[in-house]
């Protein structure tokens, strides 16, 4: 037989390894293409920048300028790039924002890998406090606290709702905040115990303000419903555990944070060793042992939205009181309308319960802000995007177009400050005119995230329910924010050893927090229990924590 | 048999032999436990389905409270209007679709050509071009190389960005190898003399010989696309690009998250709609797998099988 023919293209090995290694060259220098290094001088980068620009004044830039920005796109609110919101920025300010879409499913990963391969937006938006460590070593965002003073509202509302402080702790090892946060007048704790108010003021005759009254009252409620266990997280703990523990001003649940606490000498400690946590756990295995909290609902897993088995056992009146948000309540009320009627019940988000420490909640807090890809820095527009941005976020007028629109083409404002959207305008996610035919949010793009940020006291209670703000009143006049937690910037390479070491200490708390709430261990074991966080490397990760704190306190007072 | 050569009457044919070898007491127990077996295995299987499908069919409220099981409850039809007026949702759809097709097709001539170049041992640098293809299921760059290679090439916000980079399984390719080099050689001596080129026999001799593994392939390639989310994740920026599953991953997320953030569901019942809207939209994908699975089943364990084992 005839020898088959070879294929004409038959690559020896030298030939691929001469490919691969010109892709690979292709590759390394796609990769490293920015370059770094180059003086700043943001005040001769003022294409488009207002000579005049001051806070509380109307920022439109002198031509017009491009920013590009990342854009979460949420399911329930798909984004449109023919918002009207767009265009009304436009016409305010002459900035067109040009959007790069990503899946809210995976936003954290999809930005981490725009920044990491240098090809994010100049606007990163949806930044939480602390979300700018990671990118600090690179050099691929820009040192905000370098040029916040081109910033005058954020200054102002900085100062204006004193949170001065709290932007200090903002700091980076290297001195320097990496992203601005959205500023809150008021800050309240979002998730808190979420209450069968009727029963509650039927049994015990009123609403539970302490650990204590709420454990008389679980005990009533459980004489009066033998089935039931009536209280529940529905978030493995994480939550109940977190408001909680600010009652005996220690950390728990989705709060613990690096677990580190300021102790009686000024030096960091573990909260976990701490007897502040050990009396708290305490109180959630007496609540266990007396079949007042539901086992399953801090070991069940839940997706994120708390276990739907708690609505269950709200809707079958076998749990009267669970950690939730005010989207719980509302949850939890529609569950009861399907079992119990609607109007035959009553559901409440009431202010954390107070403990031995006082009537404390969690430390006041920032909401997302956002960082600035450090491409900007090289651009003839950087001071205008400073300025647009500084408006976009921090000016009133602008945080109140975000949420509600274009004033009387959308909404009015009266004399006294009061908000409603005009005929044929609605805001369905709350409750406002809904089904008047045009949402502002989904057919326009308003209340959408970049709503969210910096607000106002009346911007937030302008669009909240009568419940949601009774509740902020009820925190702001019955209960005192913690202190700010101390900061304790590390460097790359403490970092690294830190979380190396936090891990598996962490791992331990977890469990046996639980073992000793589920009385699976017993109390007579804390002290082993503290030997195995010491044999973890809790002294090493200790000294890690404070060499960092006592470098900042050095360098920032 | 002859043209014309007699049929066969079929009601004279030999009645077939009515007694049968009787079943041990051992086989019998074993066919009972086996079935009882499977069938609850079937059970296991199906029941996410059939309770998945009943709560497409139900309201909210009732998902909600938990109600729901295997039965629909609060019947109605419209969040299947809802969705199906999604524009959002058709156009993904329609994206997963182009891209269904188009990357099976890409892939099918990209595996079976490769395979088939491996499958001929006399060729030189056979041995390289299998290690190229291996190395890969062991190494890869990384995410981030990665995208800096889409992104350099052009692909990214690009179809082919979906398209290309998974366009060659190396385990189907082993597989197509495996069964390529099971043919008998002598039908492609025998072609090869009577003057066909490489891609005669390819083409008029191996590929319609390997009707089962093909018929596998594109059942493993289309399903692997329709699949894929990742690859859309990361190299389109634009929500006119994403696939549906990409929609749907989205979907879920969100439905999840919503009452978890307060500002989100401090009204309103966003989370409500999506517990329903979820079930619609997971079954209106999984419609099309499920239509044309049938169809390939009956190729798909005679073609992987053929292609597992090394005569």
């Known amino acids: 037989m005839n020898t088959p023919r070879h294929f004409p293209f038959a690559p020896t090995r030298r030939s691929f390894v001469g490919l691969s290694a010109a892709a690979f060259a292709t590759v390394a220098l796609a990769a490293c293409g920015s370059d770094s290094g180059e003086e700043v001088d943001v005040e001769s980068q003022n294409v488009g920048a207002m000579d005049d620009y001051t806070a509380d004044t109307q920022f439109k830039a002198t031509e017009p300028i491009q920013v590009s920005m990342l854009w979460t796109d949420w399911p329930e609110v798909p984004v449109e790039d023919t918002w009207r919101l767009f265009d009304h920025i436009k016409e305010l300010t002459n900035v067109e924002i040009t959007l790069t879409h990503i899946p809210f499913s995976d936003a954290t990963e999809k930005r981490s890998l725009l920044i990491s391969a240098g090809d994010a937006p100049t606007l990163i938006p949806l930044v939480y406090t602390g979300e700018d460590a990671p990118f600090v070593s690179s050099g691929a965002v820009v040192p905000m606290s370098d040029y916040v003073d081109k910033m005058p509202n954020f200054q102002k509302y900085v100062e204006e709702w004193d949170l001065a402080d709290m932007i200090g702790n903002l700091k980076q090892e290297d001195g320097k905040y990496y992203m601005v946060p959205g500023l809150q007048e008021v800050s309240v704790p979002v998730f808190s115990l979420v209450i069968r108010k009727d029963v509650f003021e039927e049994v015990t005759g009123a609403v539970p303000n302490t650990w204590d009254e709420l454990h008389e009252g679980l005990k009533l409620i459980k004489e009066k419903y033998p089935d039931s266990t009536p209280l529940a997280d529905g978030f493995e703990g994480g939550a109940l555990f977190n408001f909680a523990s600010h009652a005996w001003l220690t950390k728990g649940g989705w709060g613990f944070g690096d677990g580190s606490i300021e102790g009686p000498d000024g030096k960091l400690t573990y909260v976990a060793i701490t007897d502040e946590y050990k009396t708290m756990i305490e109180l959630f295995r007496t609540l266990v042992e007396e079949g007042l909290l539901d086992r399953e609902s801090l070991t069940a897993s839940n997706d994120g939205s708390g276990a739907a088995s708690v609505a269950e056992k709200f809707a079958a009146e076998t749990c009267f009181a669970a950690s939730g948000s005010s989207g719980t309540a509302i949850e939890f009320s529609q569950a009861l309308n399907e079992t119990v009627g609607e109007g035959n019940h009553s559901v409440a988000l009431i202010p954390p319960p107070a403990g031995p420490a006082g009537e404390h909640v969690e430390p006041r807090n920032f909401w997302h802000g956002f960082m600035l890809n450090s491409q900007i820095t090289k651009s003839e527009n950087f001071l205008a995007t400073l300025q647009f941005l500084d408006w976009l976020y921090y000016n009133p007028d602008a945080r109140e177009m975000l949420r509600w629109g274009e004033k009387d083409v959308n909404y009015t404002k009266a004399e006294d400050g009061t908000i409603e959207l005009m005929d044929g305008f609605s805001l369905d996610d709350y409750a406002i005119n809904a089904g008047a035919g045009t949402d502002i949010k989904t057919d326009l793009g308003f209340s959408t995230f970049p709503a969210e940020s910096t607000e106002s006291r009346a911007l937030k209670e302008s669009y909240s329910t009568p419940e949601f703000v009774e509740y902020i009143d009820n925190v702001l006049s019955t209960r005192t924010p913690r202190d700010p937690y101390p900061p304790k910037p590390m460097d790359e390479t403490e970092l690294e050893q830190a979380s190396l070491l936090a891990t598996p200490i962490k791992d331990s708390v977890d469990t046996a927090t639980l073992q000793f709430i589920m009385g699976e261990r017993d109390m007579s074991e804390w002290d082993a229990f503290k030997s195995e966080l010491e044999a973890a490397g809790l002294p090493r990760y200790l000294e890690l924590l404070n060499t960092a704190r006592d470098r900042f306190v050095e360098a920032n007072g | ?311």
């Open chain 2, 1 to 311: 048999m002859a043209p014309d050569a007699p049929r066969k009457n079929p009601k004279n044919a030999v009645a077939p032999r009515t007694s049968r070898i009787k079943d041990s007491t051992s086989y019998k127990v074993f066919t009972v436990v086996n079935m009882t077996v499977l069938v609850l295995m079937c059970a296991v299987m199906l029941y996410p389905f059939i309770m998945l499908l009943a709560q497409s069919f139900s309201s909210a409220g009732a998902i909600n409270a938990g109600k729901v099981n295997l039965f629909p409850v609060g019947f109605n039809l419209d969040t299947y209007k809802v969705v199906a007026n999604n524009d959002n949702f058709w156009r993904a759809y329609g994206n997963t679709v182009i891209y269904t097709v188009i990357g099976t097709t890409i892939a099918m001539v990209l595996t079976t050509t490769y395979a088939y170049v491996l499958s001929k041992k006399h060729l030189k640098g056979r041995g390289l071009l299998i290690g190229i293809a291996v190395f890969t299921m062991f190494f890869n760059g990384g995410i981030v190389p990665n995208y800096v290679l889409i992104s350099s090439l052009g692909m990214k916000n690009t179809m082919w960005a979906v398209i290309l980079p998974p366009a060659l399984s190396v385990f189907n390719l082993l597989v197509m190898k495996a069964f390529f080099e099971n043919l008998p050689t002598e039908l492609e001596e025998a072609a090869h003399i009577d003057g066909l080129s490489w891609f005669g026999i390819f083409f008029r001799i191996v590929l319609p010989l390997s009707k089962a593994v093909i018929a596998t392939m594109v059942l493993f390639y289309s399903v692997q696309y329709w699949n894929d989310w990742f690859a859309a994740f990361l190299y389109l920026d634009k929500t006119d690009l994403f696939p549906v599953t990409l929609f749907l991953r989205n979907l879920i997320a969100g439905a999840s998250t919503a009452a978890s953030e307060g500002a989100a569901a401090s009204g309103g019942n966003v989370d409500a709609i999506n517990a329903n809207i979820q079930s619609v939209t997971m079954i209106l994908i999984l419609i099309p797998i499920l239509c044309v699975y049938p169809f390939v089943q009956r190729y798909f364990v005679s073609g992987i099988m053929l292609g597992s084992v090394k005569g």
